[in-house]
C-alpha cells in the first residue's frame, strides 16, 4: 500500500532532551515536506527537500533540522526541544508533475512539558 | 504577497443543504489550487484539484480569477462529508504549498 508512515505517533518529552521525528514513504517520490500544525495558526512548513541530499527551509524553521540520505526517509530531528515546539506535526511526500498531489502521514503529536 | 483566505473557520449545515466553503487567494502568477479534507482521526487528504475539473464525492470548485476565489461546492451535504477543509494555492517556488487556515464542515442530521 503507498502510503507515508511517521514514528512515534505520539510522544511526550521533557525541555532540551533530543527528539528524532522519522519519516517514510513508499512511493519513490523526490519530493518530502515536514508541517507543524498549531490552533489559529493552520499548516506551516518547516523544511523541505526536493530530493536526496538537497533541503531547505520553510516557514518555520527555527529548532528543527533534517536530512535527506535516502529517497525515502525524511527525519525531522529537534536537537534542544522546547514548550512552544508543542504541536502536531505531519510528515509528506509529492511525486513528479505540474500539478501535484501531496500525500500526508498520519502526523505525530509532541508535547514538550 | 501570496496568500490564501479561508473566511469561515466554521460551517454547519442540515443534511441535504448545498454547502459551499470560500477560498480566496492572492498570488500574482497563474495559480494551481487544491482543496484538501481531513476527515476525523484520518490524515489530510487531496479532495480535488482544479486543474483536473473533476467531481469527487459530490464536491466541485472552480477556479474565477477575476475574483481570486476557488470554493469547494456541493448541492447537497451529507453528514459523512462532516470534516476539515483546507484549501491550498501551489505558490510555484520549490513545490511550496500556501495553506489556507482551514473551515471545519459539520453536517448535521
Known amino acids: 500500500e503507498a502510503q507515508v508512515t511517521q514514528n512515534p505517533r505520539y510522544l511526550i518529552t521533557v525541555t532540551g532532551k533530543k527528539l528524532t521525528v522519522t519519516c517514510s514513504q513508499n512511493m519513490n517520490h523526490e519530493y518530502m515536506s515536514w508541517y507543524r500544525q498549531d490552533p489559529g495558526l493552520g499548516l506551516r512548513q518547516i523544511y523541505y527537500s526536493m530530493n536526496v541530499e538537497v533541503t531547505d527551509k520553510g516557514d518555520v524553521p527555527e529548532g528543527y533540522k533534517v536530512s535527506r540520505k535516502e529517497k525515502r526517509n525524511f527525519p525531522l530531528i529537534l536537537e534542544s526541544p522546547s514548550p512552544n515546539q508543542t504541536s502536531l506535526y505531519f510528515c509528506?511526500?509529492?511525486?513528479?508533475?505540474?500539478?501535484?498531489?501531496?500525500?500526508f502521514g498520519p502526523g505525530t503529536r509532541l508535547t514538550v512539558t | 504577497a501570496q496568500r490564501v483566505t479561508q473566511p469561515e473557520k466554521l460551517l454547519s449545515v442540515f443534511k441535504g443543504a448545498p454547502v459551499e466553503l470560500k477560498c480566496n487567494y492572492s498570488?500574482?502568477?497563474?495559480?494551481?489550487l487544491f482543496w484538501y479534507v481531513q476527515y476525523s482521526r484520518q490524515r489530510l487528504q487531496l479532495l480535488l484539484r482544479?486543474?483536473?475539473?473533476?467531481s469527487i464525492k459530490g464536491f466541485t470548485a472552480d477556479l474565477n480569477k477575476g475574483e481570486t476565489s476557488f470554493h469547494l461546492k456541493k448541492p447537497f451535504a451529507q453528514e459523512e462529508d462532516s470534516a476539515m477543509y483546507y484549501c491550498a494555492l501551489d505558490a510555484g517556488n520549490n513545490r511550496k504549498l500556501i495553506w489556507g487556515l482551514g473551515t471545519s464542515l459539520a453536517v448535521n442530521p
Open positions: 498570488y500574482s502568477g497563474s495559480p494551481e
Open positions: 509528506a511526500s509529492g511525486g513528479q508533475g505540474s500539478s501535484y498531489e501531496q500525500y
Open positions: 482544479h486543474i483536473s475539473r473533476e
